[in-house]
């Protein structure tokens, strides 16, 4: 199937709602309300520049829904950040924290700007510029941004001390993803990579497929890919090939080694972007090939946790037919189209919102503490976690069996019911 339109990841996640909305005869008034944010801020953030001139960044916030509980999602710095990414964003955050069944609704943010080309003292202002324009409408019974693409825990340090500077207090269950050091989680690093496997595992249960017998190819060598490869391997399973993105060559690769790669072999060759030596991998015993050979790689498992839009109806048919799942852990890794193949070739999939959502589990987690100001040890959080995507994905897989559902729209339709009864309960609708 050819895919002539560009990619719009607002008109997928509408896409994909309106299936879902179809499938459970939704109501025009509950469409109407969940196939738009509840609330957009657009706003100019104007930054004394270090060379004494003034530049005006565009910053974005969208709330699509708050029915569950106060929003949550990330603020991504990037040169191409559209509104439409921030609201498909904010419409799966919703979702997401509805499948892992934790009160909170879904946001996301934004502002376009590259911090490559910032020095650390413009991005502080960046920071405190976002902030200031959102105060009356974030904050721990609001709306809790956390780090995302490009923003990591200093950034939330400085957003957070805006935050209290202008409402005179500490709220550190105002924003997730803060430094362990200073009121941050335990887990949060791993809670994503880990997630993905805890619901892995239950698929290979649920499959009859025994994680020693399991192989992965994986795209992307970052947080997510990293610490799925790392569980993985704990629980028995080999992975054969990771790629990721040469910043040098402006292409990416795959790294293959059919015996299995060696985790912390290819770590120490990474960047702190995950990119990989490519020299340094050859000399190792790596085969460097083109950056799509992770799709076509005969494995058990495919685990896309780079991009959105990399699965699609014109690569689909390349997978390997030793595919039985593939376990999402980027954000919209596969189209619609795709979907439409993986069903008639019957490979399990692990949509993205379930797979990847031990990142806002755990972001939830440390709000919980922050908002106690108590924090509990490594085993605590990964167990609770381990525990939240567990029921998570068995419920989702009971229902996917029970209504003879393809495992995407088994999540929506429990995420979907989740949130309209929310909406309702209150009256809403
Ligand atoms: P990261 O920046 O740590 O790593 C991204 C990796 O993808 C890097 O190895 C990079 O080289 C690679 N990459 C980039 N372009 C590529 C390409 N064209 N081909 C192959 N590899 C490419 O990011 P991350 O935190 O691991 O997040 C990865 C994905 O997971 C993103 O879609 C993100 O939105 C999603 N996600 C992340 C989290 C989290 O907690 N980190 C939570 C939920 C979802």
Known sequence: MQENRPYNPFEMARSQFDRTADLIDLEPSARELLRNPLREYHFSIPVHMDDGSVKVFRGYRVQHNDARGPGKGGIRFHPQETIDTVRA????????CA?????LGGSKGGVVCDPHDLSLREQESICRGWVRQLARDIGPVQDVPAPDIMTNDQHMLWMLDEYETLHGGRYPGGFTGKPVALNGSLGRTQATGYGLVYSLREALKELKIHPEETTASVQGFGNVAQYAIELLSRIGGRTLCVSCWD???????AFRRPSGIDLEELRSITDRFGGIDKGKAMDLGYEVLPGDAWLKEKATVLIPSALENQITGDNAGQIH????????GANGPTTPEADQVLQERGIFVIPDFLANAGGVTCSYFE??????????????VLAKLDLKMTAAYIAVSDLA?????FMRDAAYVLSVNRVVAACKDRGWI
């Not at 499948?99 to 009160?103: R, Y």
């Not at 037919?321 to 999402?328: F, S, W």
């Open 367 to 380: 709000q919980v503490q922050s908002n106690m100001n108590y924090y509990w040890p490594m085993d605590e």
């Open 99 to 103: 499948v892992v069944d934790v009160p």
């Open 401 to 405: 069996r029970r209504s003879d559902l």
């Open 321 to 328: 037919d030793q595919v039985r799942i593939i376990a999402e």
């Open 89 to 96: 964003l904010s419409m799966w955050m919703t979702w997401k």
């Open 247 to 253: 910043q040098e060559d402006h292409t990416a690769y």
